[in-house]
């Protein structure tokens, strides 16, 4: 069964650096896209960043400041996040989307709160 955990969230000052850690199991990481959504009070969820066998992309806002990666020998994708700001406090969320006979099927992990804040 498909299951992500994500962990590493936090309170951190601005300017500061938190890495948030999403857990999978039910499957291999190396071989799907994977990605990192967050959600802030009364917005709609949005995508941080990306990672693919083709490389990594990051949305605009956090671009320079964010780093996707995976660490495939612990089945573990990972948010580095640096330079950080009050506008980045959110649930960080990781998700990923498999394949199975021509349907899609969608995966969450519980997520993670983050909030940055002096």
């Known amino acids: 069964q498909v299951q992500l955990v994500e962990s590493g969230g936090g309170l951190v000052q601005p300017g500061g650096s938190l890495r948030l850690s999403c857990a999978a199991s039910g499957f291999t990481v190396s071989s799907y896209t994977m990605r990192w959504y967050r959600q802030a009070p009364g917005k709609e969820r949005a995508l941080v960043a990306q990672?693919?066998?083709?490389?990594?992309s990051y949305a605009d806002t956090v671009k320079g400041r964010f780093t996707i990666s995976r660490a495939n020998g612990k089945n573990t994708v990972y948010l580095q996040m640096n330079s950080l700001k009050t506008e980045d406090t959110a649930v960080y969320y990781c998700?990923?989307?498999?394949?199975?006979?021509?349907?899609?099927?969608?995966?969450w992990g519980q997520g993670t709160q983050v909030t940055v804040s002096s």
């Open positions: 998700y990923t989307r498999h394949s199975y006979s021509g349907r899609w099927s969608d995966y």
């Open positions: 990672i693919t066998a083709g490389g990594d």
